[in-house]
């Protein structure tokens, strides 16, 4: 077993498995040795999903065996940890005692933040099932996202490419494909793109494309951050993109009209900006309504939209791929869409590529946004079904929610 912490009150190693052996030692060590089972017992009772789950109990060496939580995170912040635990005690009714970023770490397997170390924590009265109090509410914003990507069956290479940042001032983290972050001063990137199909090298356009704009992610975090040109500095940066794009395509004849789509969604606490062309789309559910804040470049959905055709003869006919405006392309000028909207805590975005149209139909789309599942059963479920409806084009989609702590 590996060591990885030794002191006065206790030895902590972790097996081959990865469970954590925590052996008691020095003052009142019986005592803190059985407080902690009966606090890890309460909490799993309690359904608490963010702390260790106790896999044995060996009385004779005073040790506990749990599941491992992952290491701490040094980035997170002393308000971002008491606001972890203040939900540990109004939610789940366990008082921390010693509510500091030590006793937080991060879980990759998990996807999200853990509170460990239990021994001299205090059980109150059980909580009733209700939101957090006034006093905590709003402090800090807390996203949970998923993020899944396939191949078609049609297609050699995944022309489908996606993006999810961590932003601030100092720098643009790429983030795991599941996971939890807290908001502030740090942003969220979410961004889809989809390279055109019949075009030379759709899935480097793509890419390229998404990695333009993870270079420029600091600077339009400060530009965001310092007031309320969010908006046009999304337009700028797509254009830039654009012009980027058709730069290097003009250099390299392999890559001559290379393009794809972009629909991104940034993300700070209580706002969300959006810039979007072509026929990905952004979907927002916010309280009971689920609505599509972009709009498809394609004439075709404009006529849908004014009612000319049904919703089956839009699917069916092969001119919904004619887009009127991609980055790249070929074309001199890119008109993007933008927008800023107000969210609230239990919110939730969907970003996905033409994939998940082709499989699914409007409507059911925004009925898995808004079912009351976990977000990772929605997502699973939306690629799976909207695969085995029509396989044959890259699908991708990224489902985020967000609340307070």
């Known amino acids: ?12 190693r972790v097996d081959f498995h990865g469970n954590v052996h925590k052996q008691f030692r020095g003052p009142n060590a019986e005592k803190r040795f059985a407080n902690e089972i009966q606090v890890l017992q309460t909490l799993a009772d309690r359904e608490c999903p963010n702390v260790p789950r106790l896999l044995e109990a060996q009385e004779k060496n005073l040790t506990i065996i749990t599941t491992n939580c992952g290491a701490p995170d040094e980035s997170l912040s002393e308000s971002k940890a008491h606001a972890l635990f203040l939900e540990l005690e109004e939610r789940y009714g366990v ?3 010693n509510p500091e970023p030590e006793n937080v770490t991060y879980s990759k397997s998990l996807g999200r933040f853990c509170l460990i170390d239990f021994e001299l924590a205090e059980i109150l009265s059980t909580p009733e099932k209700a939101p957090l ?9 807390r996203a949970h996202w ?20 961590s932003v601030n001032e100092e720098r643009a983290r790429l983030l795991e494909h599941a996971g939890e972050e807290l908001l502030e001063p740090a942003h969220l990137v979410f961004a889809v793109s989809d390279g055109m199909g019949g075009r030379n090298a759709g899935d480097f356009a793509s890419r390229l494309i ?6 420029d992610a600091t600077d339009l975090y400060k530009v965001i951050k310092s007031g309320d040109r969010g908006k046009r500095a999304l337009e700028l940066l797509t254009k830039s993109t654009h012009n980027g794009l058709l730069k290097l395509s003009s250099a390299e004849p392999m890559l001559n009209g290379c393009g794809a789509t972009l629909t991104l969604a940034w993300i700070l606490p209580n706002f969300l900006y959006w810039v979007h062309v072509g026929d990905s789309r952004l979907y927002l559910k916010d309280g009971g309504r689920v609505e599509q804040l972009t709009s498809d470049d394609c004439e075709l959905w404009h006529r849908l939209k004014n009612g000319e055709i049904s919703e089956y003869e839009y699917r069916t006919n092969p001119l919904k791929s004619r887009l009127s405006d991609v980055i790249g392309g070929g ?3 890119v008109k993007p869409q933008s927008g800023c909207i107000k969210i609230d805590p239990g919110s939730r975005i969907l970003l996905c590529t033409d994939g998940v149209m082709d499989g699914l139909w409007d409507r059911q789309i925004k009925e898995r946004l808004d079912a009351k599942n976990e977000i990772r059963l929605i997502a699973e479920e939306m690629l799976e079904r909207s695969c ?8 991708t989609l990224i489902v985020a929610e967000f609340d307070v702590v």
């Open 331 to 333: 074309r001199h000028r």
């Open 1 to 12: 077993m590996k060591e990885v912490k030794e002191e006065i009150r206790s030895l902590v």
């Open 95 to 97: 008082r921390h005692a």
């Open 146 to 165: 998923v993020l899944h990507s396939r191949r078609g069956s049609k297609h050699i290479a995944n022309d489908d490419a996606f993006l999810a940042l």
């Open 210 to 215: 998404l990695n333009f704009i993870k270079k």
């Open 388 to 395: 085995e409806n029509d396989p044959k084009d890259d699908t």
């Open 133 to 141: 109090s006034s006093k905590s509410k709003g402090d800090i914003w």
